[in-house]
């Protein structure tokens, strides 16, 4: 096996990854062709069939959240950091709970295609310009989070190859976007509903079967693998106690409760997932197919905690953190010890497919919203036929795919794991505060939604540029520059309660007539028309 610069994967796992991956694009492209929205119907395009099952449906929640940093990242994470690591999972399951007892059932009876139908329906007043305002922020966290998976491709063909080169590079980038953009602009919903799927069992799969092998390892004894894992990492007894990472200091402390409140409350504001949640067309379904992504999510963040113990005991961390100094490689080398070529083959080839999947729906996300929000509601006014509507969703999921493409291309030194969690605050500080205010505060006026939308945005973005992450620290984007202002990495803890109290202030400064769009909004929110 290769250590070096040259990469973690030997050449024989190589060509069974890029077999494995070429097949699975194939296979899943010309399913999506097979399912793609046939007619002019935007409600296929936008929702897909929404007469599958609830275990389905579950498969594709849980693909549309899962990516390649529940993979990779996490997993690394737990075998550099321990304890610390572990804290990081619980947050990701505990996360589906703000979505099972809060957001998904109001959302699905009130929504139609995007959450912006619900606000409408909320706001009839101000409906043209909170639409706008939730159409910027969707399209900046899901362009970050395309990002970031592109760039997450780069990072993963590192594991093979060493640092690629810039031709390397760019070749992996638009090869790997081009195809989301196939999915998203040809399938639509229903494209990205098989991915999902398939990435989904191919995921609890390989999981699962690399769970089985580490514990079977250490004789189904997990206070065998837990004192293995001890003396792998080299710190003893303080591998398995807090504070290995996020508890040196005070503003480590506050960092690492920032990340958790971001992911914990951004997941249930993440547009994609918003989406996923009106596509069951009862209620009934809808319950049914969360408790399937909740189960299904918390058995991956459970074997990727095992796994990220596994790999420091059969490892060592040292070698991990010398192939890899973020830990993305631990799975790869905890497989190559565990089950040569093959099962680091498949691995690999999972990775790849779970980033082409969120990706895809990211950019399906985005699309929807330009075309749905934007177009058909603000600038045509809801005149818009159906066919010209889907037209320009297919265009748009095009120039959201290429945006991507040309962002990662300039960018490819970008932290990927900093991307993703600002788009997780922008989510939690900026798009949740509208959907919990406009569903459950009777008072919440447009001009509420707006000053929450704008000003959570903002505030993200703002604290996130003044931070540690963009200049005073050698990780920086700009080391040698010094205007960190704000001392930690993650703006959630700021950014959050500032998105409320500002969707509260715009709400209270606003004299707002009572009209029956609020009974009218209640019932359905409540009951639905089923």
Same mark, same amino acid.
């Given at each position: ?25 194939? =296979? ?8 793609? $929205? ?31 940093a529940t993979l990779l990242g996490t997993t690394g994470l737990v075998a550099l950091t321990g304890y610390d690591g572990l804290l990081y999972l619980g947050g990701t399951t505990v996360a589906w709970m703000m979505v099972v007892l809060l957001i998904a059932e109001p959302l699905h009876h009130a929504g139609r295609f995007t959450p912006g139908d619900m606000i409408a329906l ?24 395309? /990002? ?25 980038i638009v090869v790997i976007g081009t195809i989301v953009i196939a999915y998203a602009s040809i399938g639509g919903m229903p494209g990205a509903t098989v991915i999902q799927i398939i990435k989904a069992v191919m995921l609890l799969a390989g999981v699962a079967i690399t769970t089985v092998m580490v514990l079977h390892h250490y004789h189904w004894s997990p206070g065998a693998l ?44 993440? $547009? ?19 408790? !399937? ?6 058995? =991956? ?51 790849? /497919?779970?980033?082409?999947?969120? %990706? ?51 960018? !490819? ?10 788009? @997780?605050?922008? %989510? %939690? ?11 459950? !505060?009777?008072? @919440? ?8 939308? !704008? ?23 700009? $080391? ?6 704000? $001392? ?28 029956? /769009? ?13």
């Open positions: 096996m290769v250590t070096t610069s040259a990469g973690v994967v030997d050449r024989f796992s190589m060509q069974l990854t890029f077999l494995l991956f070429l097949s699975v694009v194939v =296979v899943t492209l010309f399913m999506a062709l097979l399912t793609a $929205p046939h007619r002019d119907e935007i409600s296929e395009f936008y929702l897909g069939n929404r007469g599958m099952s609830a275990l389905r449906n579950g498969l594709a929640m849980c693909g549309d959240y899962l990516s390649a909320r706001l009839p007043r101000m409906q043209r310009p909170v639409r706008i305002a939730l159409a910027v922020c969707t399209l900046t966290l899901t362009t970050l989070y395309l /990002v970031a998976q592109l760039l997450g491709s780069v990072a993963l063909l590192t594991q093979f190859t060493g640092e690629p080169g810039a031709t390397t590079r760019t070749l992996c837990l004192s293995a894992a001890a003396d792998g990492s080299g710190d003893g007894e303080r591998f398995l106690q807090p504070g290995l990472r996020y508890g040196a200091s005070t503003s480590s402390k506050l960092d690492f409760f920032s990340l958790e409140l971001a992911i914990v409350l951004g997941l249930a504001a993440l $547009p994609h997932v918003l989406m996923r949640l009106l596509a069951p067309r009862t209620g009934a379904v809808l319950r049914t197919s969360v408790v !399937w992504a909740v189960s299904l999510v918390g058995l =991956v963040c459970l074997a990727a905690g095992i796994l990220g113990l596994g790999a420091t005991a059969v490892v060592g961390r040292d070698t991990i953190a010398a192939t890899d100094r973020k830990g993305d490689a631990a799975i790869l080398l905890l497989a190559h010890a565990l089950g040569g070529g093959v099962l680091t083959a498949l691995l690999s080839c999972l990775a790849f /497919v779970t980033l082409l999947a969120v %990706a895809a729906g990211l950019t399906l996300a985005a699309a929807s919203s330009l075309a749905h929000d934007v177009y058909g509601e603000v600038i045509r006014k809801g005149r818009a036929t159906e066919a010209e509507e889907l037209t320009v969703a297919r265009l748009s999921a095009v120039v959201i795919g290429v945006l991507g493409i040309l962002l990662s291309l300039f960018s !490819w030194q970008a932290n990927t794991a900093n991307l993703a969690f600002l788009a @997780f605050a922008i %989510a %939690a500080s900026a798009i949740l505060p509208t959907i919990v205010y406009s569903l459950f !505060w009777r008072r @919440f006026t447009g001009q509420g939604a707006l000053l929450s939308l !704008w000003g959570g945005l903002a505030c993200s973005v703002l604290l996130v540029v003044f931070s540690p992450v963009v200049s005073s620290t050698p990780s920086s984007i700009y $080391p040698d520059a010094d205007f960190a202002f704000f $001392p930690l990495q993650n703006p959630g803890i700021v950014s959050i309660p500032a998105g409320f109290l500002l969707g509260w202030l715009g709400t209270s400064l606003t004299a707002r007539q009572e009209s029956a /769009v609020d009974e009218e909004f209640e019932v359905k929110m409540l009951v639905g028309s089923e």
